[in-house]
């Protein structure tokens, strides 16, 4: 066997395989705007009805996920823990940037951060105003709550993590925008780069219905805090003026479980208008990270030059500091890859191909993969 046909196998082999230990975007940022929302018009009646105000223009790497994010889970799942960690200017591979924790929950005590649930009054515009959680995570409390380790999410039951920061009023120039009245409202969490670290257990629902919403189908985003603050009812594009999603504010569904009934396998999706007109199929990453464990660990980075990495985190990730040396440490130990270049998407319809995407091997896994080429060479 020569070396080119060895190659050539070892290529198609990698292609062909669709788990990854680590899914990528790259180039994330262009110039761009969304519309936040300017009026929430009799939220709870049958007339509601909101209205957008001017434009909110961006440009730059990482943009428009450099604004603050509120953390969005939804069943079947326990979230076991989480932390968020902040940089003003870390870039993937470089060692010179500092990281702060900002917010962090264990299970038995949280820090900076709180768990709001859609559990207020109803609305057709809006769906149901936030509240805040009680320790089940999905019943309304009178006051901030801790989440019981316990906390059982059933499928398409949702959870939505801000930081502890209350708003100000609600207005278009306020420092959080317009928000739903009567709802708590918190800023998001800032920071030009952000890393995300959850544990989770994975449940196989069996108590909801089988034609429940996302039945089965957990999932784990971060998503622009003006969206939830104004609507749970941010994919009805019927209401689409009552949130800044369908203008693309910007939402990363970073762990959703595959379509195939599959609740340890998780897809990556990029909610934006970057290099696509449909901000609902967004660009979807081709491949999935695998949780193989009961109590399974995943992280998000978001770095500040238009990378986004999700990557699987050992469970034991407890830590509450972080260091860029560390970091790029927990990169580099992940196997093959898939990245998906943004800025070369090539398909405005958003079916998550391109000719941006490609499969790497990271340095300790290229040098097993040549070892076992030449073994074969020779």
């Not at 761009?32 to 009026?39: E, H, I, L, N, R």
């Not at 860029?324 to 405005?348: C, F, I, M, R």
């Amino acid at each position: 066997m020569n070396l080119l046909t060895v190659f050539a196998w070892a290529s198609a082999a990698v292609a062909a395989s669709k788990q990854y230990d680590a899914l990528q975007f790259t180039n994330l940022g262009f110039n761009g705007q969304y519309t936040p929302v300017s009026a929430l018009n009799d939220p709870e009646s049958d007339t509601c009805s909101c209205q957008v105000g001017d434009a909110v223009s961006f440009s730059g790497p990482g943009t428009p996920f450099d604004e603050d994010v509120a953390v969005y889970v939804r069943g079947p799942l326990q979230l076991r823990f989480f932390y968020v960690f902040t940089s003003d200017d870390f870039v993937l591979g470089s060692n010179d940037s500092s990281w702060t924790v900002v917010a962090g929950y264990n299970g038995t005590k949280a820090e900076n951060l709180t768990f709001l649930t859609p559990a207020g009054a109803d609305s057709k515009c809006l769906g149901k105003a936030l509240t805040y959680a009680d320790s089940d995570g999905t019943s309304k409390a009178d006051k901030a709550t801790l989440l019981s380790p316990d906390a059982e999410l059933k499928s398409n039951e949702e959870l939505v993590i801000f930081s502890d920061q209350k708003c100000g009023n609600s207005s278009v120039n306020g420092d959080c925008g317009v928000y739903r009245n009567g709802s708590p409202a918190y800023h998001g969490f800032k920071g030009k780069a952000k890393f995300f670290v959850f544990g989770w257990k994975s449940v196989n629902d069996v108590d909801s219905p089988n034609t429940v919403a996302h039945y089965n189908k957990s999932a784990i985003s971060l998503l622009n805090a003006r969206i939830p603050r104004t609507s749970m009812n941010f994919r009805d594009g019927n209401y689409s003026d009552c949130s800044c999603w369908s203008s693309g504010c910007g939402e990363l569904t970073a762990f959703e479980a595959t379509d195939d009934g599959h609740n340890d396998r998780f897809r990556t999706t990029l909610h934006s208008l970057q290099n696509t007109y449909d901000v609902d199929k967004g660009n979807t990453i081709d491949g999935y990270t695998f949780q193989d464990t009961p109590v399974g660990g995943g992280s998000v980075l978001i770095d500040t030059a238009g990378n986004v990495v999700v990557f699987d985190i050992p469970a034991y990730f407890l830590n509450m500091t972080l260091t860029s040396s560390e970091l790029n440490k927990l990169y580099n130990l992940t196997g093959k890859t898939q990245v998906y270049d943004v800025s070369k998407a090539t398909n405005k319809d958003g079916n998550g191909k391109s000719d941006g995407v490609s499969v790497t091997i990271t340095k300790w896994k290229l040098a097993v993969a040549m070892a076992g080429i030449l073994a074969m060479v020779i």
